[in-house]
């Protein structure tokens, strides 16, 4: 009798549970598209649709090397979106043509068979913060837990210091700002792992002669977030205190040039939205107030993300080249041709994010870059071009992790000869 009543009550929380909490968004039916901006009008009005209606989610901006936008459209707004295209004479094509199904191929049918955390799926941050715990427990010679601060949703965010050594050149990688990026996160655990037990001589040479700062999720609530409700959640999860709109563009959110040249939208319901003031969000407080207290201890700061394959220098903020613009090039092309010269011949584009990508101002490398005087920065976004765009297949985690160590090693000695580190 007991149990019988021990079950039913276990059965009326569950349900509570479920009530309380919304279901996962499904995106059954959305599809994305790449458009072909051929002038101002064109680029409005995509934004504008963006910003007033949730039925429209811009995946990529505007990009000055290909004149393109990625932009996800609801079943509900395909035809009204087909006819806005014929009316402006948008050349289009479509990209995903069911992102659901994209997402449930993300997914894996079984839990890992026991053999614990791997690089064939992506985990949640629970998981992630798990396998951080007995990393490093399993080096705790050479390893360093630090804590960057708490999020808006009051969770810590964590990194990891490798270390082989004292006083080595140091270098800082911010990984997952964007929730939905997931791919950042898988690569940057897959790097440290790397650093910790590889056997290779150039790996061995990176982890014995530099010491790395590494936050693989930085964005904790936003990555929570794109788990558990809407698997397309870019932003944090402040809410705006007049808007509905909740949460800010993190890398625009940095107090260097903050929402200068159209560089960020003051829209709370854009995904560029850059904030009300620099360091609005906590988040974005924490990691200058961290990165700042050991600026001395580090030379090179970078930032992951997806999608696009570019090696993004600053500045975002202007067209205007930075001092030493010709030594990261230089430092980029070597990263590019690393990764080329793989089996897999995958092509990135390197420059400066404003030139060849679009104005973004208020990024976590530009500050780095313009405020601490960081002058190796680099904006990392990873495979693919749009053919998965941020649903990247599980199959392509590894292969991305072996494109970002070849670039790494030649990133790092190129850094190196020419006296950054
Ligand atoms: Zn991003």
Redesign the pocket.
Known sequence: MRSIWLLATLAVLASARTLKEPAKLSYEGYEVYQLNIRNKIHLQLINKLSELSNEYNIWKDYEEYSKQVHVMVSPKAKSHFQLLLKLFGISNELMIANVQRLIDAEQPVTRDSGDGFGWKRYYELEEIEAWLDSILAAYPSVTEGFTIGKSFEGRTIRGIKISHGTNKPGIFIESN??AR?WITSATATWFINELLSSKQTAVRSLADNYDWYIVPVFNVDGFEYSHRKDRMWRKTRQPHPTNNCIGVDG?RNFDSHFMENGGASDNPCSETFAGAAPWSEPETKALSDYVTSIKDKFNVYLSF??YGQWLLTPYGHTMVLPPNYDHLQDIGAAFAGAIKSLPYATEYVHGSTATVLYVASGSSVDWAYNELDKKVGFTI?YRDKGRFGFLLPPAQILPNCEELMAGMIALIDKTKQLGYL
Do not use: A, D, K, T
């Open positions: 700002i964007h990026e890398n993300h997806s976004e």
